[in-house]
Nanobody, 120 residues
Framework: VQLQASGGGLVQAGGSLRLSCAASGSIFSINDMSWYRQVPGKQRELVALITSTGSTNYLDSVKGRFAISRDNAKNTVYLQMNSLKPEDTAVYYC???????????????WGQGTQVTVSS
């Protein structure tokens, strides 16, 4: 299973970006999909999560500004980021909990990371 993230870049404060992450490979089903971010010297933190049924959860500092969604037919998760702030600058990683077989265990997979830089 591979996760390919895209959509990062450089944006001014107040601007918007949309991240995408597509899962491919031997996939039976995908449970939770999520976005994390990490800055140098700090732990990776959970930004947003969406379950297979569409329930969502957000980091307090991004509530009302970010929206996570998924397209189950495309095995893809999105993160719409609006009203971006310089403190949102980080490498963003997608994560998916994937079952590769009907009766197998679900495993954790990570995308390669995409840089988001917000200038003031």
């Amino acid at each position: 299973v591979q996760l390919q993230a895209s959509g990062g870049g450089l944006v001014q404060a107040g601007g918007s970006l949309r991240l995408s992450c597509a899962a491919s490979g031997s996939i039976f089903s995908i449970n939770d999909m999520s976005w994390y971010r990490q800055v140098p010297g700090k732990q990776r933190e959970l930004v947003a999560l969406i379950t297979s049924t569409g329930s969502t959860n957000y980091l307090d500092s991004v509530k009302g500004r970010f929206a996570i969604s998924r397209d189950n037919a495309k095995n893809t998760v999105y993160l719409q980021m609006n009203s971006l702030k310089p403190e949102d600058t980080a490498v963003y990683y997608c994560n998916a909990i994937v079952k590769t077989r009907r009766f197998g265990a679900a495993n954790d997979y990570w995308g390669q990371g995409t840089q988001v830089t917000v200038s003031s």
